[in-house]
């Protein structure tokens, strides 16, 4: 076990506990000399307001691109899962976009918002819809992102919902039909709850990437306008890197290492309420 320990030590577990112990210390990131300020930094954050700002924006952004990226991958992968001739193509161009770089995605959206010549407000202007600023209004900058998101991640929720639904036995379709069962029940009573763990696998994993999201907030918004799409990770950054406080910036990814957890366990707690493993 010794090979696969040294990298996990070396790689995951040393830099946690020394994030950790940064966090307890005024270390600007330069300077050899470390100050320790204990709880300092964390009581900082936690009676900033914009500590507060952040959080909602995070939760925001979270909730906007978990629940769209599982239903529309589910409903996608419904859609898809037929043998018909051209679904293989159909299913490589919703998947192309989870393995192209999110940077190279991002510049592409941003254009795609242009406001004077961009393709979003032209298809709204063809509905006689008005012009929105998207990444510059602070009204539309979240949902912006969060479209890009979701855009990116549901082909890769339709090929697990794919593999899942295969794994439905069809006996239990054959027995509510001749119950008289119509398509909306056995959805609702068959194929649902035999697909939950894979729901349950999606809903954190989709969750905590959310959480971590970096790359679209930095190409398309840089946190902004007025702060609107700016996350608990992008304030980590700017701590990090544009103000050099490693200290409040290392305590700020150790909250988010623990609401990440709680949001998990919450997820694993309620998951045996809905969850149905065969």
Same mark, same amino acid.
């Given at each position: 076990? %010794?090979?696969?320990?040294?990298?996990?030590?070396?790689?995951?577990?040393?830099?946690?506990?020394?994030?950790?112990?940064?966090?307890?210390?005024?270390?600007?990131?330069?300077?050899?000399?470390?100050?320790?300020?204990?709880?300092?930094?964390?009581?900082?954050?936690?009676?900033?307001?914009?500590?507060?700002?952040?959080?909602?924006?995070?939760?925001?952004?979270?909730?906007?691109?978990?629940?769209?990226?599982?239903?529309?991958?589910?409903?996608?992968?419904?859609?898809?899962?037929?043998?018909?001739? &051209?679904?293989? %193509?159909? +299913?490589?161009?919703?998947?192309?976009?989870?393995?192209?770089?999110?940077?190279?995605?991002?510049?592409?959206?941003?254009?795609?918002?242009?406001?004077?010549?961009?393709?979003?407000?032209?298809?709204?202007?063809?509905?006689?819809?008005?012009?929105?600023?998207?990444?510059?209004?602070?009204?539309?900058?979240?949902?912006?992102?969060?479209?890009?998101?979701?855009?990116?991640?549901?082909?890769?929720?339709?090929?697990?919902?794919?593999?899942?639904?295969?794994?439905?036995?069809?006996?239990?379709?054959?027995?509510?039909?001749?119950?008289?069962? &119509?398509?909306?029940?056995?959805?609702?009573? %068959?194929?649902?709850?035999?697909?939950?763990?894979?729901?349950?696998?999606?809903?954190?994993?989709?969750? %905590?990437?959310?959480?971590?999201?970096?790359?679209?907030?930095?190409?398309?918004?840089? &946190?902004?306008?007025?702060?609107?799409? +700016?996350?608990?990770?992008?304030?980590?950054?700017?701590?990090?890197?544009?103000?050099?406080?490693?200290? +409040?910036?290392?305590?700020?990814?150790?909250?988010?290492?623990?609401?990440? &957890?709680?949001?998990?366990?919450?997820?694993?707690?309620?998951? +045996?309420?809905?969850?149905?493993?065969?």
């Amino acid at each position: 076990m %010794i090979p696969a320990l040294l990298p996990l030590c070396v790689f995951y577990l040393y830099p946690i506990f020394y994030s950790f112990y940064i966090s307890f210390t005024d270390w600007d990131y330069i300077s050899p000399e470390v100050n320790f300020v204990l709880f300092e930094n964390y009581y900082y954050l936690l009676t900033d307001p914009i500590f507060y700002q952040v959080l909602v924006n995070t939760l925001y952004f979270m909730l906007g691109t978990v629940l769209p990226t599982v239903v529309g991958g589910l409903l996608l992968a419904m859609l898809i899962s037929n043998k018909q001739k &051209g679904m293989s %193509i159909y +299913r490589t161009i919703i998947f192309s976009p989870w393995v192209t770089p999110t940077v190279a995605i991002s510049i592409v959206w941003s254009w795609i918002y242009e406001p004077d010549v961009g393709l979003a407000n032209w298809l709204l202007s063809l509905i006689n819809l008005p012009a929105l600023g998207w990444t510059s209004s602070t009204t539309w900058a979240m949902p912006a992102v969060i479209i890009v998101t979701v855009w990116k991640g549901v082909g890769w929720a339709m090929i697990f919902y794919m593999h899942a639904l295969k794994t439905v036995p069809s006996s239990l379709y054959e027995a509510a039909d001749l119950d008289g069962a &119509g398509r909306f029940k056995k959805f609702i009573h %068959i194929t649902i709850p035999l697909i939950s763990p894979t729901t349950l696998f999606l809903v954190i994993i989709t969750m %905590i990437d959310a959480i971590q999201a970096y790359d679209q907030i930095q190409v398309m918004t840089q &946190g902004g306008p007025a702060g609107s799409t +700016r996350t608990i990770l992008y304030m980590f950054y700017q701590a990090a890197f544009e103000q050099f406080d490693m200290g +409040r910036a290392t305590a700020l990814s150790t909250i988010l290492v623990i609401i990440t &957890g709680m949001l998990a366990a919450v997820q694993f707690y309620v998951s +045996r309420k809905w969850v149905h493993y065969q």
